[in-house]
C-alpha cells in the first residue's frame, strides 16, 4: 500500500517564478492536510482539504498561496511570485475519514517537498 | 493559542542508553497527543499516540510515552537507544475545536554516540 506521495522532492525557483506542489493521499484517502516547515521550526499547519472542497485555509498566507483538491488527481499547493522567505519544506498528510472526528484520524504525511528560493 | 514545547533543542546520547524527549502542551481539556519521527530527507513517521485511557502508551521501534496531566506533560521514552534511532522527534497536539490541526512542537533533534 503506497504511502503519501509528494513531487517534486527537491524544487528549486528564483524570485517571483510559481511554485506547484503536487500530493498524492494514500489510496482511501480523501482527506488532505498542507503544512509547512520553515528553518528550525515546527510544522504549521497551512490548509485542510476535501475532494473539491477547502475546509479550512486559515494557515494559508493571504496572498500568493492556494490549494486545491480536485475530483481526479492530486492535490495541488501553488505559489506565486515566490520569495525568499517561501524557503522550506511543505509537507501534506492525508487521512481516510473527516478531520473534524473525535478523537481524530491519524494523519500520514509525505516525504515532503524541499523548495528553495533563489 | 495552543502551544506545543519541546524544551531541549539538542539531544547526544551514546547507544545503548536510555533516552527520555520532553514535551508539554497548552490545552487545558482533554488533548489527543502524538510523536513524530523524521529522519534525514524524510517525513514524518508517527510513533505513538495518546487519545484517552492508560497514560502509558507503548509506540513503535521500542517508544513509549507517557501523559501526566498534572504537568501537562507528554515525554517519550526508549530504555536503550540504536545508532538507528538518530532522527528529528516532534511532539504535537490535536485538540480543540480543529481536531484536524496538528500543532507542533519544534523539535528535538537526536544524536546516538556509538
Known amino acids: 500500500n503506497a504511502g503519501v506521495m509528494q513531487n517534486p522532492r527537491h524544487l528549486v525557483r528564483r524570485r517571483g517564478q510559481e511554485a506547484r506542489l503536487r500530493c498524492s493521499p494514500m489510496?482511501?484517502?480523501?482527506?488532505v492536510y498542507w503544512y509547512r516547515q520553515l528553518p528550525e521550526e515546527g510544522l504549521k499547519f497551512m490548509v485542510y482539504?476535501?475532494?473539491?472542497?477547502?475546509?479550512?485555509e486559515s494557515g494559508m498566507p493571504k496572498e500568493r498561496f492556494s490549494a486545491e483538491f480536485p475530483k481526479e488527481g492530486p492535490s495541488i499547493l501553488r505559489i506565486q511570485q515566490v520569495v525568499r522567505g517561501d524557503s522550506a519544506a511543505y509537507f501534506c498528510?492525508?487521512?481516510?475519514?473527516?478531520?473534524?472526528?473525535?478523537?481524530?484520524?491519524?494523519?500520514?504525511f509525505g516525504p515532503g517537498t524541499r523548495l528553495t528560493v533563489l | 493559542a495552543q502551544s506545543v514545547t519541546q524544551p531541549d533543542i539538542h539531544i547526544t546520547v551514546s547507544e545503548g542508553a536510555s533516552l527520555e524527549l520532553r514535551c508539554n502542551y497548552s490545552?487545558?481539556?482533554?488533548?489527543?497527543l502524538f510523536w513524530y519521527v523524521q529522519s534525514p530527507g524524510q517525513g514524518l513517521q508517527l510513533l505513538l499516540k495518546y487519545f484517552s485511557g492508560d497514560t502509558l502508551v507503548q509506540g513503535i521501534k521500542g517508544f513509549e510515552a507517557e501523559f501526566k496531566r498534572s504537568q501537562s506533560s507528554f515525554n517519550l521514552r526508549k530504555p536503550s537507544v540504536h545508532w538507528s534511532d538518530a532522527a528529528e522527534y516532534f511532539c504535537?497536539?490535536?485538540?480543540?475545536?480543529?481536531?484536524?490541526?496538528?500543532?507542533f512542537g519544534k523539535g528535538t533533534l537526536l544524536t546516538v554516540n556509538p
Open positions: 489510496k482511501g484517502h480523501s482527506h
Open positions: 504535537a497536539e490535536n485538540s480543540g475545536g480543529s481536531n484536524y490541526k496538528l500543532t
Open positions: 498528510a492525508s487521512s481516510p475519514t473527516s478531520g473534524g472526528r473525535s478523537p481524530p484520524d491519524t494523519q500520514y
Open positions: 490545552y487545558g481539556a482533554t488533548p489527543y
Open positions: 482539504l476535501q475532494k473539491e472542497n477547502i475546509i479550512d
